[in-house]
């Protein structure tokens, strides 16, 4: 694993030198959180994420849709709570996270 953290640690940091190389800006929050979601999906899942070089990878939008409630969401949470042997039954997945 200590190899994984290296190599992730290393595309880390060469992002943030081409950003400063550049003189652009870059988002904290946003980059550690593409440094996340590589590093988990290379220890958890053995999956090449790519977020820290492709801001829009499939990993890390997902990521993003984890934490972002909409109105359908709020919808089926009623409903599971309200009726959960029917809603048991309904393919209630968001069409984004079913059909990538």
Not at 4 to 13: F, H, N, Q, T, Y
Not at 42 to 48: K, L, P, Q, S
Request: aromatic fraction near 8%.
């Amino acid at each position: 694993m200590a190899p994984i953290v290296v190599e992730r640690s290393r595309k880390l940091v060469e992002l943030a030198g081409r950003a400063a190389a550049t003189g652009g800006t870059l988002g904290v929050k946003d980059m550690i959180a593409r440094y996340t979601t590589d590093f988990i999906g290379a220890c958890g899942y053995e999956i090449d994420a790519n977020s820290l070089n492709d801001e829009n990878s499939h990993f890390r939008r997902l990521g993003k849709r984890v934490f972002t409630v909409t109105f359908r969401d709020a919808v089926v949470i009623v409903m599971k709570l309200s009726f959960p042997r029917v809603i048991k039954h309904l393919n209630v997945l968001a069409p984004e996270i079913e059909n990538p």
